[in-house]
């Protein structure tokens, strides 16, 4: 167990009519707003249309960012960034799922830096300055409402880098899960896939020695999302099922359950390498890769955790040997992410052949392995791809 510092300042307006706070919280830090949105969903479910209702009412200058990409680019972050400069903006407000979310707090730093922004997210410079960020969620999936992290891509390169800095820790988010509603069976579940994996790779499954305390923790919240993602898939307008799933998003990753730990994200980092070449959904490679990571790496040290997974949340039958239990564990995960919540199950069925396996997997290793519950040189990881088609 490591020592560690704990800290999250994101104040949380939950559940239903919070919006009411929305001027009050964003006057605090001024009058100009940059309010920034994806493709359009937040004007379908009518939330654009209440939003701009509160910020009249509390008398605020409103500018808009519209059109921020799933995946979203280091491009838009600058049109951003030069909206802040050109238009003093003094808070930002995020209207979205993690993309929307990302993108802005990339861009209240970049509202700080002078050249291209991609700079920033690959450390060229460093953040010195960041706008404060006030966020309304619609997605349950990355934890980017209450954490310091933003995951910008850049399609010139085939580069996807996660920025993280403490000035980029949302002031404020407000979390209602009938915001949710309109979200899509397959972006719920991919969602779903997301939270679980956060709680995987940091770190529920590791070769460090964690509180046990963080471990009870995590396999409930683990069972949360086992409980309620088929519900809101079948029920979307399910309110207790997308609660239960927006706290759980919340909390996979906002820093509460990584204490102790090393963080080593191994099957982000290999996500990051899919949707950075093939602009797929993050939670839907990540969905894709967990059980066959799983399967690679199981062996006799790995095997005990992976039973014990599959016993404390899918009731894997205890008398079972660890490599026995643990390949029911990955048969279970398999069953819930691919037959429950019905995800594509391959890469080949969605597109992506091996023709970038290899330059992908040297990226996702940087010149180097990638450290995890083991560690993978670029040919495990090579070969983890491969088992994916
Ligand atoms: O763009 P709009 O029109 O809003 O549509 C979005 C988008 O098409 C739609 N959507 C969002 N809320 C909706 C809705 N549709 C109907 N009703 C609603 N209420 O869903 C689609 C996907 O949205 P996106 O924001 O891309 O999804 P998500 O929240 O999963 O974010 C994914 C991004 O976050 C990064 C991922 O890599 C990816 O780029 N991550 C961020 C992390 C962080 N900040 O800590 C950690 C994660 O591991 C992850 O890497
Ligand atoms: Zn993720």
């Known amino acids: 167990m490591y020592n560690f510092v704990f800290q999250n300042t994101t104040k949380i307006y939950f559940g ?22 994806g493709g359009g969903s937040i004007k379908k479910i009518g939330l654009y249309d209440k939003v701009m209702d509160e910020l009249k009412k509390t008398g605020l200058t409103v500018f808009e960012l519209s059109g ?31 993309s929307t979310i990302d993108c802005t707090k990339a861009i209240s730093a970049a509202a700080f830096y002078d050249g291209d922004s991609w700079d920033l997210v690959t450390h060229k410079a460093p953040v010195t300055k960041a706008l404060p960020i006030v966020t309304i969620l619609t997605l349950s999936a990355t ?13 010139d390169t085939n580069e996807k880098y996660g920025l993280i800095h403490p000035l980029l820790q949302p002031k404020v988010s407000f979390l209602d899960p009938a915001n949710t509603y309109s979200v899509s069976a397959f972006q719920t579940a991919c969602g779903a896939a997301d939270i679980l994996s956060h709680i995987f790779d940091c770190f529920y499954f590791t070769a460090s020695k964690k509180m046990d305390m963080v471990d009870r923790v995590m396999e409930d919240v683990i069972k949360t999302v086992v409980k309620y993602a088929p519900i809101a898939v079948k029920e979307p307008e399910n309110y207790e099922a997308r ?9 996979a990753l906002n820093g509460f359950l990584t204490t102790g730990g090393f963080q080593a994200p191994s099957c982000h980092a290999m996500e990051h390498e899919l949707s950075a070449f093939y602009d797929i959904t993050h939670g839907l490679g990540l969905a894709i890769l967990t059980p066959r990571w799983m399967e690679y790496i199981l062996d006799e040290s790995s095997a005990p955790q992976f039973k014990k997974f599959g016993v404390n949340i899918f009731g894997v039958d205890e008398s079972l040997s660890d490599m026995e239990g643990a390949e029911r564990a990955i048969e279970c995960l398999s069953d819930f992410l691919f037959k429950t919540l019905g995800l594509q199950s391959t890469l080949t069925e969605i597109g992506i052949d091996d023709k970038k396996f290899k330059v992908m997997a040297k990226k996702a290793c940087r010149g180097d392995v990638l450290q995890g519950f083991k560690a993978l040189t670029p040919e495990d990881v090579e070969n983890i791809f491969r088992m994916c088609l």
């Open 143 to 155: 934890g980017s409402e209450m954490d310091s992290a933003a995951v910008i891509s850049n399609l």
């Open 68 to 98: 921020i990409e799933p995946n979203p680019r280091h491009t838009t972050v600058n049109k951003g960034a030069d909206i802040c400069k050109k238009e003093n903006i003094d808070v930002l407000l995020a209207v979205g799922g993690g």
């Open 243 to 251: 609660a239960n799933l927006m706290w759980a998003s919340s909390w």
């Open 16 to 37: 239903e009519n919070q919006l009411e706070h929305l001027g009050e919280e964003l006057k605090q830090y001024g009058t100009r707003v940059l309010l920034t949105y």
